[in-house]
């Protein structure tokens, strides 16, 4: 009976999942993850094939380390999980907006989380607005011109900043360039495993553009683009900024642009001398000093603030376990003298304007905290980094 069960359980589970009947027989012999990861396609998959995938790759394991065992109890283990596991891909499949809130828990762990932020008091002791603590380290990556790892409580993330000469876009001849890339490290979440962490990267990467670059003119750019102007029109500076996701408990994005802002604090860019002489679009001779750096303003570099509703109310610095029971979130980018940079939502739900005008209001208090807790932090980190 074990192995008619087995064979019905992998069966269902191909159908399940639309897979080919070559790949059934793969899984049979106990390939299955394997065979789903190859199957599956990848620029884009259903929500359901999503949750799915991330269903079999947990359980089959269970199912293969059981299977070895030749025991009535592991055989009944099996009968349970694979009932389970069916009735589940059976079921209506509601996945968060972002993959790396998908957290499993159990109806009485999400009362729990909701009720807790309707009290004010989340499952960790902190209040609505409050964030976990925040550390910085500068300095992390030496051949780069500038870098910084920033941890919010579980989430770990490193950025670094690149700086290239290079030509400024004929549409905009008197700024420089900036680009932004996200890495999802595979061994940052279970999800994140083989191309799971891609599409989160380019949503993070573009998300982060927004936030701190403004729109494709440039207008409301928390990154001073004209200060990368070395001759107008003839050249300037790029600056690459990739970012890397080691760990994540959720909160990317506020991270990700803490680590931008404190890896832009720690950037030196070489003196330039231009020699005198080139005409016409000639491109001029320059000396780039190795001695001698000018340290990248970062005064009007905005920090992002993310705010995520869950039941009536809204929460910085979310879980992932608090992520995954969100209905929408906004994530606000703001500087210093309080002017808003860049904004970005996701999550399926609608949100009313009245709402989002009290959420900027929010970030705007937020921000003041967290950019002063920041600013102390990227201090002391770069007092320990002269040190040593």
């Given at each position: 009976h074990f192995s008619d069960l087995r064979l019905h359980t992998v069966t269902a589970l191909c159908s399940r999942l639309s897979l080919s009947p070559l790949s059934c027989r793969r899984a049979l012999s106990g390939s299955l993850s394997r065979d789903l990861s190859v199957t599956l396609p990848p620029p884009r998959l259903s929500e359901k094939s999503l949750v799915s995938h991330a269903l079999v790759s947990r359980s089959q394991s269970q199912l293969s380390r059981l299977s070895q065992l030749n025991s009535p109890v592991s055989h009944s283990l099996v009968c349970r999980l694979s009932i389970s596991l069916l009735s589940t891909l059976s079921a209506p499949v509601s996945l968060p907006i972002c993959l790396h809130g998908m957290v499993g828990l159990s109806l009485g762990e999400k009362n729990f989380i909701q009720g807790g932020i309707?009290?004010?008091?989340?499952?960790?002791?902190?209040?609505?607005?409050?964030?976990?603590?925040?550390?910085?380290?500068?300095?992390?990556?030496?051949?780069?011109?500038?870098?910084?790892?920033?941890?919010?409580?579980?989430?770990?993330?490193?950025?670094?900043?690149?700086?290239?000469?290079?030509k400024p876009s004929s549409l905009q001849p008197d700024k420089g360039k900036v680009s932004i890339y996200v890495d999802c490290s595979p061994t940052a979440a279970p999800m994140f495993e083989g191309r799971g962490g891609d599409e989160l990267s380019t949503d993070l990467s573009v998300a982060l553009q927004c936030c701190l670059l403004g729109g494709k003119s440039g207008a409301g750019a928390g990154i001073d683009l004209s200060s990368l102007i070395v001759v107008e029109g003839k050249m300037c500076w790029g600056l690459y900024i990739d970012c890397l996701v080691v760990s994540s408990d959720g909160n990317l994005l506020d991270a990700l642009g803490a680590a931008i802002k404190a890896a832009l604090s720690n950037t030196g860019i070489p003196r330039v001398l231009v020699a005198a002489g080139a005409s016409g679009d000639e491109q001029p001779e320059v000396d780039i000093s190795d001695e001698e750096f000018l340290q990248?303003?970062?005064?009007?570099?905005?920090?992002?603030?993310?705010?995520?509703?869950?039941?009536?109310?809204?929460?910085?610095?979310?879980?992932?376990?608090?992520?995954s029971q969100m209905s929408s979130a906004v994530s606000i980018s703001v500087n210093r003298k309080g002017h808003i940079?860049?904004?970005?939502?996701?999550?399926?739900?609608?949100?009313?304007?009245s709402i989002v005008l009290d959420m900027i209001s929010v970030a705007k208090h937020v921000s003041e905290q967290l950019m002063n807790k920041l600013d102390s932090e990227i201090a002391a980190?770069?007092?320990?980094e002269d040190d040593s």
């Open positions: 309707a009290q004010d008091l989340r499952s960790d002791g902190r209040k609505r607005l409050t964030y976990r603590p925040v550390s910085v380290e500068t300095g992390v990556i030496p051949q780069a011109n500038g870098s910084a790892r920033v941890r919010m409580g579980a989430t770990d993330v490193i950025s670094s900043v690149k700086a290239e000469l290079g990248f303003d970062t005064s009007d570099v905005p920090v992002i603030v993310t705010l995520t509703k869950v039941g009536r109310h809204y929460i910085v610095d979310a879980t992932s376990e608090e992520e940079c860049g904004l970005t939502k996701r999550g399926g739900a609608g949100l009313d304007p980190a770069e007092a320990v």
